[in-house]
């Protein structure tokens, strides 16, 4: 008998008595529920932003999301459709329901009764790169933090860098016609290797736009979503020729497991990773222009005459994109959009206007370049306080900023 009550405890049974079920709340009954529809890459984002705001005593707010492509998240937001009721809702909790809780941990989901409409769309890109309609009138756009994207192979690879030609060819003919015309390049001649995501994805968009490859011509097995792709990596049977795309920030999460390759752009005489070093974690390179894989995070919300119809929604964009915001929360908005991989628009030094165009010089409103590198690997700059003032620049947020 012994033994057995030891089995059912092993196999997660409850001997003499039902084991409690654990309560999954609806997602209405949260403290002032945000409902957001964003890209997988943008999760994390959710997460640590979201268990920041459960917990912003000048206005606490749930960030409640589900996750899908961003030219799904477009349509849905254009449309003004609902939510569909196929989707996962999630949500970040509080430091009283569950105070280990860290964005590395899976989200606790909530239950909901349709029909459900989002208060914030999201796309991690330009939305002209899913369709051509403009906005409608009753939907705002916010340009957000960069995001940065990578062609990533297993760890232990001694590939460390392609070129725009070359991710042109692989991608775009497939390893398999390479080798039937003779032109086969290695070590990417495996075409069960290539692990791409599906057409509404970001992240195949971009990539697509970066190496003017169609989206809907890419060679490769067609994924739904990053940790599929992971998973295709890290689980690939020929490691050496499994290369596959992803978000800078979920590879940042994976570096014990994965490489990131530098990037040659067409045109360009050198490779460069998102950061200085293969090491770093400074998106130097991406924020001066030198590494060229990168789109803005856009984010969508409703306004009447230009007036949002739900201003804890706009107050949640305005958060993510750096803006001044009333009342001040109890954290730093820009050191969590950092802390996910992301980039914030006041530590860019370039832009452009469409996915995958020319570069030019940028100048954000106010520099937070110091700021972020420190949040992310380590600043340079000089430090300052109300007793020891800049010799050059001004001093913002103990550093001595550029402007």
Same mark, same amino acid.
């Given at each position: 008998m012994r033994n057995l009550v030891r089995l059912g405890v092993m196999a997660g049974l409850w001997v003499g008595s039902a084991r409690p079920?654990?309560?999954?709340?609806?997602? /209405?009954?949260?403290?002032n529920p945000i409902y957001l529809q964003v890209g997988d890459t943008q999760v994390n984002l959710m997460k640590a932003l979201g268990r920041k705001l459960r917990d912003n005593t000048a206005k606490p707010i749930t960030l409640v999301w589900?996750?899908?492509? /961003?030219?799904?998240?477009?349509?849905?937001?254009?449309?003004?459709?609902?939510?569909?009721?196929?989707?996962?809702? /999630?949500?970040?909790?509080?430091?009283?329901?569950?105070?280990?809780?860290?964005?590395?941990?899976?989200?606790?989901?909530?239950?909901?009764?349709?029909?459900?409409?989002?208060?914030?769309?999201?796309?991690?890109?330009?939305?002209? +790169?899913?369709t051509n309609a403009a906005p409608p009138a009753?939907?705002?756009?916010?340009?957000?933090?960069?995001?940065?994207?990578?062609?990533?192979?297993?760890?232990?690879?001694?590939?460390?860098?392609?070129?725009?030609?070359e991710a042109y060819f692989v991608f775009g003919f497939g390893p398999?016609?390479?080798?039937?015309?003779?032109?086969?390049?290695?070590?990417?001649?495996?075409? $069960?290797?290539?692990a791409?995501?599906?057409?509404?994805?970001?992240?195949?968009?971009?990539?697509?736009?970066?190496?003017?490859?169609l989206a809907a011509k890419w060679h490769?097995?067609?994924?739904?979503?990053s940790t599929m792709v992971v998973a295709a990596l890290t689980g690939s049977s020929n490691p050496s020729a499994a290369i596959g795309i992803l978000g800078s920030e979920v590879y940042d999460g994976l570096r014990g497991s994965l490489t990131a390759l530098a990037f040659r752009a067409f045109e360009q005489y050198a490779a460069y990773y998102p950061d200085s070093t293969a090491t770093s974690r400074d998106k130097k390179?991406?924020?001066?222009?030198?590494?060229?894989?990168?789109?803005?995070?856009?984010?969508?919300?409703?306004?009447?005459?230009?007036?949002?119809?739900?201003?804890? $929604?706009?107050?949640?964009?305005?958060?993510? $994109?750096?803006h001044e915001v009333t009342p001040a929360p109890n954290f730093d908005a820009n050191v969590v959009v950092s802390s996910v991989g992301l980039t914030p628009d006041c530590a860019m030094r370039v832009q452009r206007s469409f996915e995958g165009g020319?570069?030019?010089?940028?100048?954000?409103?106010?520099?937070?370049?110091?700021?972020?590198? +420190?949040?992310?690997?380590?600043? /340079?700059?000089?430090?300052?306080?109300?007793?020891?003032?800049?010799?050059?620049?001004?001093?913002?947020?103990?550093?001595?900023?550029?402007?």
């Open positions: 079920a654990l309560a999954v709340p609806d997602c /209405s009954t949260l403290p589900a996750s899908t492509g /961003s030219c799904t998240n477009i349509a849905t937001t254009y449309g003004h459709t609902q939510i569909a009721s196929t989707l996962v809702m /999630s949500y970040a909790p509080s430091i009283a329901e569950n105070p280990t809780f860290v964005p590395s941990n899976t989200a606790p989901t909530c239950a909901y009764t349709m029909p459900v409409y989002v208060d914030i769309g999201n796309s991690a890109l330009f939305n002209s +790169a899913c009753n939907v705002n756009l916010t340009i957000g933090p960069r995001q940065g994207y990578v062609l990533a192979m297993p760890k232990g690879t001694d590939q460390t860098a392609i070129t725009a030609e398999t016609l390479l080798q039937a015309m003779g032109a086969a390049i290695a070590p990417w001649t495996d075409e $069960a290797q290539l791409i995501r599906t057409t509404t994805k970001s992240t195949l968009l971009a990539w697509a736009a970066n190496i003017t490859v490769g097995v067609k994924n739904d979503t390179n991406l924020r001066d222009g030198h590494y060229t894989v990168w789109s803005p995070t856009i984010w969508m919300d409703y306004v009447t005459n230009g007036i949002p119809d739900k201003p804890d $929604a706009r107050y949640v964009i305005d958060l993510i $994109a750096g020319p570069l030019s010089l940028y100048k954000p409103p106010t520099s937070c370049t110091c700021k972020f590198e +420190a949040t992310v690997d380590a600043s /340079s700059c000089a430090t300052c306080s109300a007793g020891a003032t800049c010799a050059t620049g001004v001093c913002r947020n103990g550093y001595c900023e550029e402007f």
